[in-house]
């Protein structure tokens, strides 16, 4: 049971132009969600974060999107740049107080390339 | 300020044989995050420490897996007898652990294990 998807493994965007990763989750009892960047033989890097008492979080060129209704995440990037190319992960944490608390469940990542 | 430092970061054994994994977290981080991440997949939580306490080790298979941090600041993630299908990154997270708090995680570079 994947509570977490990013059903787009990959997208190409050109350089200059808006990038949006999506992300849909299934658990109503996630509350945080984060966006995370991974090079290749790196670790996953933090980029973004959204409680689920805000709709919006920007952060520069970053900006994450939360629907709860919809049970939908999307991270865009604007302007995107080739340095951007990485694979994106999404993640959601459950609410503070649970056995789950703590837990990060990840998407499976979405691989953006940003041609120059 | 450091960041999340393990070691090795590339490891290459034989099935059967027993390994070992070193994590050292950033400075004050009080919770401890192990994660396995498999080819194409998000990572997936293995155990999570807050100090020396193992408070969630739901995910971690027992038969053969093991984890210690014994004075609440590094730890050892081992793995005996190890199996082909043990193949993948290992990820050491570690978080503030603020209680109550919903926190960021922050990853080390991860090590790759290969089982021959």
């Known amino acids: 049971d994947q509570q977490v998807k990013q059903n787009s493994p990959s997208l190409s965007v050109q350089e200059g132009r808006i990038s949006i990763l999506n992300c849909d989750y299934t658990?109503?009892?996630?509350?945080?969600f984060l966006w995370y960047k991974k090079y290749p033989a790196e670790g996953p890097t933090f980029l973004i974060s959204?409680?689920?008492?805000?709709d919006k979080n920007e952060d520069g060129r970053f900006t994450v999107f939360l629907n709860k209704s919809a049970k939908h995440l999307s991270l865009h990037i604007v302007p995107s740049q080739p340095g951007d190319s990485a694979v994106y992960f999404c993640?959601?944490?459950?609410?503070?107080?649970?056995?789950?608390?703590?837990?990060?469940?990840f998407g499976q990542g979405t691989i953006l390339t940003v041609h120059p | 300020e450091a960041g999340v430092v393990q070691s090795p970061r590339y490891k290459i054994i034989e099935k059967k044989q027993p390994v070992a994994f070193w994590c050292n977290p950033i400075s004050g981080h009080n919770t401890l995050y192990w994660y396995l991440q498999n080819l194409g997949q998000g990572p997936e939580l293995l155990i999570r420490y807050e100090n020396e306490e193992a408070v969630d080790d739901s995910q971690l298979p027992k038969d053969r897996f093991s984890a210690e941090r014994l004075k609440g600041v590094d730890s050892t993630l081992k793995i005996q007898p190890a199996e082909l299908g043990d193949s993948a990154v290992y990820l050491c997270a570690s978080s503030p652990g603020l209680a109550g708090a919903q926190e960021t995680q922050y990853f080390g570079p991860g090590t790759r294990l290969l089982v021959l």
């Open positions: 959204i409680s689920s008492i805000k």
């Open positions: 993640a959601a944490s459950p609410r503070a107080g649970g056995t789950s608390y703590g837990k990060l469940t």
């Open positions: 658990n109503s009892m996630f509350d945080y």
